[in-house]
């Protein structure tokens, strides 16, 4: 039997795949890549995971759960989503499978939560049953709630001792990523309960969240922990240039809007990260920007010699960014150009890279090694 139950057999309806016709060959350094369509028909995809039956679970930014089979058919939305703010860069966000998920069958999950002041990121979990999530229950939310419809980040990861990173944005309000006495700008960890870690670096402190790991992040839309390692890495959106890559330590800050590589959108200049070497130092930066979105580990044997690497989607990159980590440094960065804004990057259990297009009509594209 599937490990969801009937789950495998009642929620699909059906839908057609997208025709192969659209599969195509992409040069890359490293060799040819075979791009494939798995599934089309998704609005705004924003997030992707694979199911223990090799199913994918997909989030779609205006509100949408839904089961992806194998072959690219898409069931109905699922039931039982919390009311969401959906408009510009709100909605559903990323999932999460938790790590006792085959028994518990919980699914964690990011989204824009509405609510006085006007809305904020919130973490929530469910049961995933035949054609809904039930159970739901909010275990942590980003405060204050804010105005505005930018910069809600936002990444989950669960570290090897089963802490949960909740990566979030500054919801483009600039100063308070600064501020510890609020969540605006931070990575935040905490227990799958919602509760707070005893050993957190701001647990006491009378004027700080104790929720908060690290600060003075602007918008994080990547986040994995690397296989083998408890180390959390992060990319995070620059203003006008100036993406960054992290590796985020605890209690550190890591420097926004104070510095940046970037400039801000009407051209005033922001000091550089140099002068001011009591702010973390970023591991990588882009300028122009890749705008990353979604990020995983490559550990399958389908594309020789990327073991190890970091993977991220592009939006304004248009492809994947593949990098060779040696330690904290980068040694080598590789683009795989796919020409469509990507929102997430995950590897399959067959040892494909599967990425979202972040699109009215998305797509799943499943890469493999072109023959």
């Known amino acids: 039997m599937h490990p969801l139950g009937p789950l495998a057999f009642a929620a699909l309806i059906g839908l057609p795949a997208v025709a192969s016709a659209q599969d195509r060959t992409v040069d890359t350094p490293s060799g040819p890549v075979q791009v494939e369509t798995v599934a089309g028909g998704l609005v705004h995809p924003w997030s992707l995971e694979f199911l223990p039956d090799g199913r994918m679970l997909v989030a779609e930014r205006p509100g949408r759960l839904r089961i992806v089979s194998e072959d690219g058919n898409l069931s109905e939305p699922l039931g039982g989503l919390p009311e969401m703010f959906t408009q510009g860069q709100g909605g559903l966000q ?34 995933l049953t035949e054609n809904a999530l039930e159970d739901v229950q909010v275990v942590f939310r980003q405060e204050p709630k ?32 600064q501020d510890l006495s609020n969540h605006l700008g931070t990575i935040v960890r905490i227990n799958p309960d919602g509760s707070v870690p005893e050993d957190n670096p701001f647990v006491d402190r009378q004027d700080a969240e104790p929720e908060i790991w690290s600060y003075g992040h602007r918008n994080i839309e990547s986040a994995a922990i690397q296989p083998g390692t408890d180390t959390l890495w992060v990319a995070e959106m620059g203003p006008r240039g100036g993406d960054e890559l992290n590796m985020p330590e605890p209690g550190r800050n890591y420097g926004w809007p104070l510095v940046s590589w970037g400039e801000h959108y009407d051209g005033r200049d922001i000091p550089d990260p140099p002068t001011r ?38 939006l304004t990159a248009q492809g994947v960014v593949r990098l060779t980590l040696e330690g904290q440094d980068v040694a080598d960065e590789e683009r795989i150009p796919l020409g469509q804004r990507i929102r997430d990057v995950k590897q399959g259990p067959d040892g494909a890279i599967y990425v979202l297009t972040d699109e009215d009509d998305g797509e799943i594209l499943r890469l493999t090694p072109a023959s």
């Open 94 to 127: 990323d999932l999460a499978l938790a790590p006792d998920f085959e028994q518990s069958q919980r699914v964690y999950f990011t989204f824009a939560e509405p609510g006085q002041g006007g809305a904020s990121t919130a973490v929530a979990h469910g049961r």
């Open 277 to 314: 070497p009591e702010l973390a130092q970023s591991a990588e930066t882009w300028t122009p920007v890749i705008s990353p979105s979604g990020m995983d580990f490559y550990t399958g044997d389908l594309f020789s010699g990327w073991q190890g690497s970091m993977l991220i989607g592009g």
């Open 146 to 177: 804010v105005s505005g419809s930018n910069h809600f980040g936002s990444r989950l990861a669960f570290s090897p001792d089963g802490k949960l990173f909740v990566a979030l944005g500054e919801r483009f309000k600039f100063e308070p990523a």
